[in-house]
């Protein structure tokens, strides 16, 4: 069993920046990867961020790629998700999430564990 809980979100303005961060409880962090993901209102939930168990090979939705940076901390427990340049339509609730099989980071169907989400606001 893993729980998993958000911070870091918040209202900034466009061209601003953010980092969100993830606190896993439980000893077996190292074996799950771990993805990002955000719901916008009236939206489906999306991907945004993904990262394998070691943190070497890492994934991103086309929309925020280059300005998003996902990293994992295994000795803290810990997943963040750095946002550079945010626009407002990253406006959405983001969540963290943990997949204990093989890896595929895209599909929010096949992770085992979600947090609660936080709330990232971009205005313009």
């Known amino acids: 069993q893993v729980q998993l809980v958000e911070s870091g979100g918040g209202l900034v303005q466009a061209g601003d920046s953010l980092r969100l961060s993830c606190a896993a409880s439980?000893?077996?962090?190292?074996?799950?990867?771990m993805g990002w993901f955000r719901q916008a209102p009236g939206k489906e939930r999306e991907f945004v961020a993904g990262?394998?168990?070691?943190?070497?090979?890492?994934y991103y939705a086309d929309s925020v790629k280059g300005r998003f940076t996902i990293s994992r901390a295994n000795a803290r427990n810990t997943v963040d998700l750095q946002m550079n340049s945010l626009k407002p339509e990253d406006t959405a609730v983001y969540y963290c999430?943990?997949?204990?099989?093989?890896?595929?980071?895209?599909?929010?169907?096949?992770?085992?564990?979600w947090g609660l989400g936080t709330q990232v606001t971009v205005s313009s």
């Open positions: 999430a943990a997949q204990m099989k093989s890896f595929a980071p895209y599909n929010p169907a096949l992770y085992d564990y």
């Open positions: 439980g000893r077996t962090f190292s074996s799950y990867a």
């Open positions: 990262i394998s168990l070691r943190g070497g090979s890492t």
